[in-house]
């Protein structure tokens, strides 16, 4: 009896979510969409209440859920796939089969998950991976770099500056027939996060500078300085990503607190001291007008958090926070938002400040886009603009690399 009134339970719970969780209208496959975000906040309200009863973290679940997509290293007639090692860190390589006349280009995935989840090895990050290396000709390495909280800031940036470092010696390139002025660095959603920020390493340093040819960065999240911007208000239950869930995942990317959530929450996380770094993610200076609508900038709140956590003021963490001198050596940059999507705004500022700079960007807006959708093209529920998006960023890479 008990199971069944908690299945009823449940039932109830997903209804009323189908009924009140707000699509926008221009949204395509609006149930399949309604659908899956559904499922999302379900699945964030579950692990809320096993963690307040300390049956589970909040976390764990996302993990945990993820975990189940996860596919082994299957080579074909086109792709070798290996699952191997680079600097001690594991990585998946695509390796094509078909000779070439010249040396290949290759790109260097970094994958999504809120630092908490995912891996490079899920079954639609394997297919985008398959898909890039078999259309190029290219060595695609994936990296599963560490995860928080277990392994908290920087350990995801560590490893996969590690692995990156390790593939773009000389050795390494001449052993996969890489060409090195040929290579991109790639990630979506905190996977591009990680990737502007090691691209603003590598293009900053000497040695690897000329290295990277290119970054292309699928609707990153560039920062949580302001966490008040236009976007995250009007997208504040989503779709597919939600503000409590995004700040309650990624702020475990820095600590355990969860004092740091509700200041986060609340707009009122930032140390005194740091209020010159808001010039950087002032959206009222940087946005098209189109997306101001009718918000009002106010400037974050100072010193209402006693803790001291100073990866928030750690440009290897937020990559928006660099100045220009820094940003006027990125590489060509290849950026791809989503009109409905929490982060959004991230990426209009950092497309401004890099195009003020003379960095040049393709921009790639997705009218109608939520976020996540490169993860919804296997499976039960597959979404096409996840085809669509998947098929822009190839296209490009195949005009550009």
């Not at 940036?157 to 001449?174: G, P």
């Not at 997306?291 to 937020?318: C, M, Q, T, W």
Request: aromatic share 10%.
């Amino acid at each position: 009896m008990g199971y069944k009134a908690l299945c009823f339970g449940f039932s109830c719970i997903l209804f009323a979510y189908c009924l009140y969780s707000p699509i926008p209208e221009n949204i395509e496959e609006p149930w399949k969409v309604r659908y899956v975000d559904t499922l999302i906040k379900t699945i964030s309200l579950t692990a809320t209440l096993f963690e307040n009863i300390g049956l589970m973290k909040y976390e764990k679940i996302f993990s945990t859920a993820t975990a189940f997509y996860i596919t082994q290293a299957v080579s074909d007639e086109n792709i070798t796939v290996i699952d191997t090692d680079f600097s001690n860190i594991p990585v998946r390589l695509y390796l094509p089969k078909k000779k070439l006349e010249r040396k290949r280009p290759a790109v260097i995935y970094i994958h999504g998950g809120v630092f908490v989840a995912g891996s490079c090895k899920m079954k639609a990050h394997d297919n985008l991976n398959r898909l890039t290396s078999n259309k190029l000709g290219a060595v695609v390495v994936g990296i599963d770099y560490r995860l928080a909280p277990q392994h908290p800031f920087p350990a995801a940036l560590e490893d996969c500056v590690s692995v990156i470092k390790f593939f773009l010696q000389d050795s390494v390139l001449a052993k996969y027939k890489v060409d090195p002025s040929r290579i991109c660095i790639m990630g979506d959603s905190s996977g591009g996060t990680l990737a502007a920020t090691v691209t603003q390493l590598l293009r900053n340093d000497p040695k690897f500078k000329n290295r990277i040819k290119a970054q292309a960065l699928i609707y990153p999240g560039l920062q949580m300085i302001d966490t008040f911007l236009p976007s995250h208000r009007e997208y504040e239950h989503g779709p597919i990503l939600s503000r409590d869930m995004m700040l309650k995942l990624a702020s475990l990317y820095v600590t355990n607190d969860s004092s740091l959530i509700q200041a986060l929450l609340r707009n009122e996380h930032m140390p005194e001291g740091s209020r010159h770094l808001f010039k950087f993610v002032n959206w009222s200076d940087f946005l098209p007008e189109k997306y101001k609508k009718n918000h009002v900038y106010i400037e974050p709140v100072l010193g209402k958090l006693n803790a001291s956590y100073p990866a928030l003021v750690d440009s290897r963490l937020f990559p928006l926070l660099v100045n220009d001198s820094q940003l006027q050596n990125l590489p060509l940059t290849y950026i791809l938002t989503c009109e409905h999507d929490l982060l959004r705004d991230d990426s209009f500022i950092y497309i401004t400040r890099l195009r003020n700079v003379g960095v040049q960007v393709v921009h790639d807006h997705m009218e109608g886009g939520i976020h996540g959708v490169l993860s919804f093209t296997t499976g039960s529920v597959v979404l096409h603009l996840g085809f669509k998006i998947r098929n822009r960023y190839i296209r490009w890479l195949e005009e550009n690399l």
